[in-house]
Nanobody
Framework: QVQLVESGGGLVQAGGSLRLSCAASGSIFRINVMGWYRQAPGKQRELVADITSGGTTNYADSVKGRFTVSRDAAKNTVYLQMNSLKPEDTAVYYC???????????????WGRGTQVTVSS
């Protein structure tokens, strides 16, 4: 099994910054993609940003230019630097990893428990 543990959420004023971290541990052979999703009250979970093992990044249009996803492969850790935060960024942020647990090329999806980000106006 693979465990994902997030940290770094909190309360911040509009225009401020936060940095989220997510560390993966357990029976990991290779992590192919790591990233962040978010879910606001009454809304569906949506992709925020992710990054492949090769360093290719993907962002939701709503966060482009404000958020930066990065990865430390040696530590199996993904980061999300969030700048110029807006009240509409308020949500629970979930870490996501798509990983292989052996040489068999079957990919599994794992989720963290989530961390609350609240942006006050």
């Amino acid at each position: 099994q693979v465990q994902l543990v997030e940290s770094g959420g909190g309360l911040v004023q509009a225009g401020g910054s936060l940095r989220l971290s997510c560390a993966a541990s357990g029976s990991i052979f290779r992590i192919n993609v790591m990233g962040w999703y978010r879910q606001a009250p009454g809304k569906q979970r949506e992709l925020v940003a992710d990054i492949t093992s090769g360093g290719t990044t993907n962002y939701a249009d709503s966060v482009k230019g404000r958020f930066t996803v990065s990865r430390d492969a040696a530590k199996n850790t993904v980061y999300l630097q969030m700048n110029s935060l807006k009240p509409e960024d308020t949500a629970v942020y979930y870490c996501n990893a798509r990983a292989q647990i052996s040489t068999i090329p079957t990919q599994y999806t794992y989720w963290g428990r989530g961390t609350q980000v609240t942006v006050s106006s």
